[in-house]
C-alpha cells in the first residue's frame, strides 16, 4: 500500500475518533508530512520501537501500539498455552499517554488470554527487567522513550530473562506486524473490563520492596560511607522521571546523610519543563543541579534519565566548578572499584568476566585484565550483553560482574537484565564516597587509573539527520564507506577495516580477510597505525549516525589532540551523501 492509500484508510477507520480524523485532515494538504507519517511501519531498533507522538503508521500513537501488542501477542502464542499463561510484565514512564499506551497494550494481551501484571504507576525500567524475571513471565513490554525528547514515545519488549529482544526475535514480531492489519486484525479489550475479569493485575509496593532489597544487596562498604557521611553532600535530579523515589531511597539507606535532591525536577512531568533535553549524557541539562550544588557544596552530582535505566554524574574540580564525567570514564572508575570492593568484602567470584559494547574505551579491558577479570565486547544494546551474561554462565565459562555502555548504562547483578540507574546510583555513590574517606575526588581517582594503566580519550559525534530524506543520507554515507573503505584517516594510515554487518576484518597491508566474533550488524570500524579505533554506526534509537572516537596516547594532551583530529574527519562524513 503506497503512504497516501495507507493515509486514506486512516482517515476513513472506524477505529479513529472524530478529533483524530479531524487531526489527520489537517495535513491532508502536507505530502511530504504525510509521506513522512506513513511510508511504512517503524522499525525495531536499539531499544525496541521509538518514535515521534502523533497519528500515523511511523508515529507512536495508541493505534501503532495496540498494533505492535498484537504482533507480540502472536508471537508469545506461537510458544503454546502454558507459556502465554505465564503472562507479560507492563510497565511506562512519566511521558505524556504512557500509562494510556500501556493500557492499550494491556487490554490487547488480556484480549489475546495473555494475563497482564500491570505496574500502578510508573516505574524504572530495570524494575521490569526484575518483575520478568521474578514472576517468570513469558515476557515484558515497557511504554518508554528513555532520554529522548518530549515529543518522543516509545516500546521496548522483553522476553523471559528480563532482557531486551535480541534482533532474531524483534524480526518476528516486525514479521507480524508486517503481515496484520493496523486495525482489523488487533483484539481488544476493556481495560476496566480486563481488569475486573482478573485478566490484567496490578504491579506495587510488594514488587517494588522485593527489587530494592536486591539493590541494597549490592552494597560492599557501608563502613566507608559512614566515614564521610557527616561531610558528604551530593544532588541528585530524576529529570522529571521515574527514578525520584527509588533511588532517593536507596541512598538513603546507604547511609548518605545530606542528600539535596533537585525541586524542580523532582516533579513528574513528561513535558520535562525545565531542561532543553532530559537526556543526562547532555552536561547542560544539569544546569538546575549546579546551582543547588554550588549552594550546597556538593561533592557529587547525579542524575537518572526519565526511565531511570541510565545515569550520569559530575564531581566538583579544583577551581569549584562541576565537570561531567563520561560514560566511558564512569564506567572505568566503577569497574575498578567493584573488583576492589568485592575483592575487600570477599565476594568476587571465580572467574569474574566484564562486558562492554565494542564501541566502548578499550581502558575497561585493560583495567579488568589487569586484575583478573576477563572482558568481551558486544555490540550496542543491552539485549546483548544480557545474551552473553546467560551464555557465559550458563556454559560455566564465568561470572559476569558488571556490564557497561559508553552512553551511561551500568548492568550489575544478576537480578535484571537490562542497565539500571537504582544499583549503578547507589554503586557510585558508594565508590564517591570511598575515595572521598581516602581524601580522593572521582577525578583524583581517574587520574591514578589513566598513571597506573595509560592514558585514554574519547568522544562521540552525532551526525543528525532526520525524516525520511535524512535516512537515505545515512544509508548513502554508510554505502559510500563500504564502496570505498578508506586506507586513510586524517593522515593516519588504516591498518584494519572492519564490516560487522559481514563480521570480517580487512588487513590493509596485506589484503588479507579475517573473520571476526562479531557479526551481523551495520557497524563499520577502522583501526589507526596511531592506536586509535573509529567505529560508525547508525543510531538505533534517534535518526542520527554515531561515529566514536576511542584513541589512546602518551598522556591526556596526547589522547586530546588525537580525539580532535579524527573527530574533525568525522564531521567531514555528513557531506558524503551529498
Ligand atoms: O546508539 P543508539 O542505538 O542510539 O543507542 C543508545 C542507547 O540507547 C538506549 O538507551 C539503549 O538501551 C542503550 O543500550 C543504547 O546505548
Redesign the pocket.
Known amino acids: 500500500m503506497s503512504y497516501q492509500q495507507q493515509f486514506h484508510r486512516w482517515l476513513h477507520s472506524d477505529a479513529l475518533s472524530p478529533e483524530e480524523k479531524a487531526q489527520l485532515q489537517a495535513i491532508a494538504d502536507d505530502p511530504k508530512e504525510v509521506e513522512d507519517r506513513f511510508f511504512g511501519l517503524l522499525e525495531f531498533?536499539?531499544?525496541g520501537l521509538r518514535g515521534v507522538m502523533g497519528l500515523g503508521l511511523r508515529r507512536m500513537n495508541v493505534h501503532v501500539i495496540r498494533h505492535a501488542t498484537q504482533a507480540f501477542a502472536q508471537v508469545i502464542l506461537a510458544e503454546g498455552p502454558a507459556a502465554a499463561a505465564q503472562g507479560v510484565a507492563i510497565c511506562y514512564d512519566c511521558r505524556v499517554h504512557s500509562q494510556e499506551f500501556a493500557r492499550a497494550a494491556a487490554g490487547v494481551m488480556a484480549a489475546n488470554g495473555i494475563p497482564v501484571r500491570l505496574f500502578e504507576a510508573m516505574r524504572p525500567t530495570p524494575e521490569l527487567s526484575f518483575a520478568v524475571r521474578e514472576y517468570g513471565c513469558v515476557a515484558g513490554l515497557n511504554v518508554t522513550a528513555?532520554?529522548n525528547p518530549p515529543e518522543y514515545n516509545g516500546y521496548k519488549v522483553y522476553w523471559s530473562d528480563g532482557a531486551q529482544l535480541p534482533p532474531q526475535h524483534a524480526a518476528a514480531i516486525a514479521a507480524q506486524m508486517e503481515a496484520l492489519d493496523v486495525f482489523d486484525d488487533v483484539r481488544t479489550m476493556d481495560y476496566e473490563q480486563a481488569r475486573a475479569q482478573g485478566l490484567i493485575t496490578l504491579l506495587g509496593r510488594e514488587t517494588d520492596d522485593k527489587f530494592l532489597s536486591h539493590v541494597l544487596d549490592q552494597i560492599n562498604d557501608r563502613q566507608a560511607v559512614a566515614q564521610v557521611t557527616d561531610a558528604f553532600r551530593m544532588v541528585y535530579t530524576p529529570f522529571h522521571g521515574t527514578g525520584y523515589q527509588q533511588i532517593p531511597y536507596v541512598l538513603e539507606q546507604l547511609g548518605i546523610r545530606y542528600l539535596h535532591c533537585v525541586p524542580e525536577q523532582m516533579v513528574i512531568d513528561g513535558t520535562f519543563p525545565t531542561v532543553k533535553s532530559p537526556n543526562p549524557e547532555t552536561p547542560e541539562s544539569f544546569a538546575l543541579a549546579q546551582k543547588l550544588a554550588k549552594e550546597v557544596d556538593a561533592q557529587l552530582i547525579l542524575g537518572s534519565d526519565p526511565d531511570a535505566?541510565?545515569v550520569a554524574i559530575q564531581v566538583k574540580d579544583r577551581k569549584g566548578d562541576y565537570v561531567q564525567i563520561s560514560g566511558n570514564q564512569t564506567g572505568v572508575l566503577l569497574l575498578d572499584y567493584l573488583i576492589g570492593a568485592k575483592r575487600r568484602a570477599g565476594t568476587l567470584p571465580e572467574n569474574p568476566v566484564a562486558l562492554k559494547s565494542l564501541v566502548t574505551t578499550q581502558l575497561a579491558q585493560v583495567v579488568a585484565e589487569a586484575n583478573g577479570v576477563r572482558c568481551y565486547n558486544t555490540f550496542?544494546?543491552?539485549k546483548f550483553m544480557a545474551e552473553k551474561k546467560n551464555q557465559l554462565e550458563a556454559a560455566g565459562q564465568g561470572h559476569v560482574i558488571f556490564s557497561y555502555?559508553e552512553?551511561i548504562?551500568y548492568m550489575i547483578g544478576d537480578y535484571v537484565r537490562d542497565?539500571d540507574a537504582v544499583t549503578a546510583a547507589l554503586l557510585l555513590t558508594e565508590m564517591t564516597a570511598w575515595y572521598a574517606a581516602r581524601g580522593m575526588t572521582l577525578l583524583d581517582a581517574l587520574q591514578a587509573i589513566y598513571e597506573t594503566y595509560g592514558y585514554y580519550g574519547e568522544n562521540t559525534l552525532n551526525l543528525v539527520m532526520p525524516g525520511l530524506e535524512g535516512m537515505g543520507k545515512m544509508q548513502a554515507i554508510m554505502a559510500a564507506l563500504r564502496q570505498t573503505p578508506p586506507d586513510q584517516i586524517a593522515g593516519t594510515t588504516v591498518c584494519l577495516q572492519r564490516d560487522y554487518q559481514t563480521g570480517t576484518e580487512r588487513d590493509t597491508a596485506t589484503g588479507e580477510t579475517t573473520a571476526m566474533e562479531l557479526a551481523g550488524s551495520n557497524v563499520l570500524g577502522y583501526q589507526l597505525a596511531d592506536g586509535t579505533t573509529l567505529v560508525v554506526r547508525p543510531?538505533?534509537?534517534?535518526p542520527k549516525i554515531?561515529v566514536y572516537v576511542l584513541a589512546s596516547g602518551t598522556d591526556s594532551a596526547d589522547c586530546q589532540r588525537k580525539v580532535e583530529q579524527y573527530t574533525a574527519w568525522a564531521e567531514t562524513l555528513r557531506h558524503w551523501a551529498d
Open positions: 531498533g536499539t531499544a528513555s532520554h535505566d541510565r550496542t544494546g543491552f555502555e552512553s548504562g542497565k543510531s538505533g534509537t534517534e554515531k
